[in-house]
């Protein structure tokens, strides 16, 4: 079974566009998080929840916008795509706890907006 | 705010070559230290941990790091590397008990040549 699943592994759209990846994981962690790994493989926490309630949210344009329904799950849902979202979007989930004990990650959506 | 710094943008190493990756991080308080994998089209894998505790941390793949609190580092190291250990390799901190984030090194791409 897959611990983090993402949808979909690759999305090609055009700009303007509005689009969503779906994340969930069958862990039980509590925590959920988006990273952006850009061209340079650099990693950029943008938005965490925690039980379902945003606690974490970086300097990102308010075009994303993340979605818990509940704690096993957490979408990303980008409007007016631009080129300079082209990236690797990773899902993460951890189990807060008494300690950060480190992330399980999705294998990721690469979306290249043309 | 945490931060991380992981020095050897690139590495190119032959088989059998020994391992050692610098990461340094700035953090007052108690941290947690990762290292985690990231193979070619991958997604990340956690490597090895440190919470407490003995400072030399082993991990999978007979990868170890070392914990070093006065200067604070926590550099991976590896006795003999293989062509399959090609990927990039991702130092990260959180910021100890109940700590939700984990801060990033830009990471080190390290080539095993055969």
């Known amino acids: 079974d897959t611990a983090v699943s993402q949808t979909p592994k690759y999305l090609v759209t055009q700009m303007g566009n509005d689009k969503s990846i779906k994340c969930e994981q069958n862990l039980g962690h509590d925590t959920m998080y988006w990273y952006k790994q850009d061209s340079k493989k650099f990693l950029k926490i943008m938005f965490s929840?925690?039980?379902?309630?945003?606690?974490i949210n970086e300097t990102v344009p308010n075009r994303f916008s993340p979605k818990s329904p509940d704690k096993a799950h957490l979408n990303l849902h980008i409007n007016s795509l631009e080129l300079g979202d082209s990236a690797v979007y990773f899902c993460a989930s951890s189990q807060r706890g008494t300690g950060n004990h480190g992330y399980t990650f999705g294998s990721g959506t690469r979306l290249t907006v043309v | 705010a945490q931060s991380v710094s992981q020095h050897n943008h690139h590495v190119i190493l032959s088989e059998a070559a020994s391992l050692e990756l610098g990461c340094n991080y700035s953090?007052?308080?108690?941290?947690?230290l990762f290292w985690y994998v990231q193979y070619p089209g991958q997604h990340l894998q956690l490597l090895l941990k440190?919470?407490?505790?003995?400072?030399l941390v082993k991990g999978i793949k007979g990868f170890e790091a070392e914990f070093i609190k006065s200067k604070f580092s926590f550099n991976l190291r590896k006795p003999s590397v293989q062509w399959s250990d090609t990927a990039e390799y991702f130092c990260?901190?959180?910021?100890?008990?109940?700590?939700?984030?984990?801060?990033f090194g830009k990471g080190t791409k390290l080539s095993v040549i055969p």
């Open positions: 990260a901190v959180g910021s100890g008990a109940g700590s939700y984030q984990l801060t």
């Open positions: 953090y007052g308080g108690t941290v947690n």
């Open positions: 929840y925690n039980n379902k309630e945003l606690i």
């Open positions: 440190y919470f407490s505790g003995d400072p």
